[in-house]
């Protein structure tokens, strides 16, 4: 499956922190700011709204980690530009890098086109929680630092919920490998590893560098949810520990005390027992990537339909189109079809309102007919989002579901917009 795919580590390599020097400050045309951060961009003001809410969104789930006030004060900036060339002219970034934070001047630096989950992932969700954790904790801890922040890139955000826990059959494939290598990390070092060291090795050694990101992943992933989250407060004392100044051996014994051979002991188990792919917790976000996939099959099978009803009704009875749905885990040896006809149920509501998904006329579709699909139970002026976007060459897929959230003004201008099209082709 060449589409959506995790991007390889050397690219990770590359999006790790750089002390710029400073730059003369250049002038991005939108701006927008909020009680946190300071969009700008070359994109458009919608967008930059829409960068606005999504970095108050991570920020309140990044906090949710840290008590009290950040160690300095101002807005953080968020800088995207709209195309590659762009940055590479403007940023001033490490080369071939997809993005990066920098410290010195408390900015995220990352550019849109071709280039959307990564840059809402990998950059905003994981860098912008290298950001908060500079601002209220420094340098410190970096498995901590990584795990935390893969935690969130490996996220699914459905308004201002933050669902975790989207693991696919090949971040496992990853983990396994990396556990298996003579590489892998003890669990003494990789939790009392320093910063210049965790830095020096992925330099020199990028075995070695996957090692540390997947473990620390990983391992946060199961503090966090293994035996029904049972290691979760330790987790929190360790992160408390941090946050005091305490480091290294005096921030272990402080947060996981004696349970720290315990969970040596339990990791590996539970990563051969019990860590299957999946997103832990229902979302519409996950819906609304299956839903807008079967969409696309029965358009595209030439299936009739007006409402997201009818599709419902003819995805269950039509037995003559053939159809698979890539799940969100991007699991491809399970893919889903007709057959599941519990889950085709399941995408056409949303978990949280319970109520059923609407259509938007999208003016500026990928393929002639294909809609938005909105859900607008999660907030007042934010909606959970399906559209489609035209993957690029060599994918299998003609379009690719894009799902995010979108500020519902937009979607009524892209309504309004929609209308008047319309009527200019009648
Ligand atoms: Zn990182
Ligand atoms: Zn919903």
């Given at each position: 499956m060449s589409y959506l795919k995790r991007p390889a580590l050397a690219v990770l390599a590359a999006v790790m922190w750089v002390t710029s020097s400073p730059q003369v400050e250049a002038r991005y045309p939108y701006r927008f700011k909020t009680k946190h951060y300071q969009i700008e961009t070359t994109v458009s003001p919608d967008f930059a709204a829409e960068m606005g809410e999504l970095m108050e969104i991570l920020h309140a789930g990044y906090s949710k980690w840290f008590k009290g006030k950040p160690r300095s004060k101002g807005l953080s900036r968020i800088i995207i530009f709209k195309t590659a060339g762009e940055y590479a002219a403007h940023g001033d970034g490490?080369?071939?890098?997809g993005g990066y934070f920098s410290p010195s001047d408390d900015k995220i630096v990352s550019w849109l086109e071709g280039h959307e989950e990564y840059l809402r992932t990998r950059i905003l969700a994981h860098e912008g929680f290298h950001q908060f954790f500079f601002k209220h904790v420094g340098i410190s801890a970096p498995w901590i630092n990584e795990g935390l922040a893969e935690l969130y890139a490996y996220s699914l955000i459905d308004g201002t919920d933050i669902k975790f826990g989207l693991v696919t059959t090949m971040d496992i494939a990853r983990l396994k490998k990396v556990l298996a290598s003579p590489k892998r990390l003890s669990l003494k070092r990789l939790l009392t590893m320093d910063h210049r060291t965790w830095n020096e090795n992925l330099a020199r050694d990028i075995a070695l560098g996957q090692c540390e990101y997947v473990q620390a992943r990983f391992l946060v992933h199961f503090l966090y949810y293994a035996d029904g989250g049972k290691y979760k407060k330790y987790l929190q004392k360790y992160v408390n520990a941090i946050q005091a100044g305490k480091d290294g051996n005096a921030a272990l014994a402080a947060g996981f005390g004696k349970k720290l051979a315990e969970i040596n002991q339990e990791f590996p188990k539970w990563v051969v027992e019990d860590l299957k792919p999946a997103c832990l917790e229902e979302s519409c976000s996950a819906n609304l990537f299956h839903l807008a996939q079967l969409y696309y099959k029965f358009k595209k099978a030439g299936v009739k339909f007006d409402t997201l009803d009818d599709l419902k009704e003819q995805a269950l009875s039509n037995k003559d189109v053939k159809w698979s749905v890539v799940p969100i885990t991007l699991d491809a040896d399970h893919l889903y079809g007709p057959q599941d006809t519990e889950e085709i149920e399941k995408w056409f509501v949303c978990p949280k309102s319970k109520k059923g998904y609407e259509l938007v006329d999208d003016p500026d579709p990928a393929e002639e007919g294909l809609p938005l699909i909105v859900c607008y139970a999660h907030h007042k002026k934010l909606a959970v989002c399906a559209s489609f976007r035209k993957s690029k060459k060599?994918?299998?897929?003609g379009v690719i579901p894009n799902v995010r959230n979108i500020q519902i003004k937009t979607l009524k201008r892209l309504a309004k917009k929609a209308k008047k099209n319309k009527k200019k082709k009648k």
């Open positions: 490490p080369p071939n890098s060599g994918d299998r897929m």
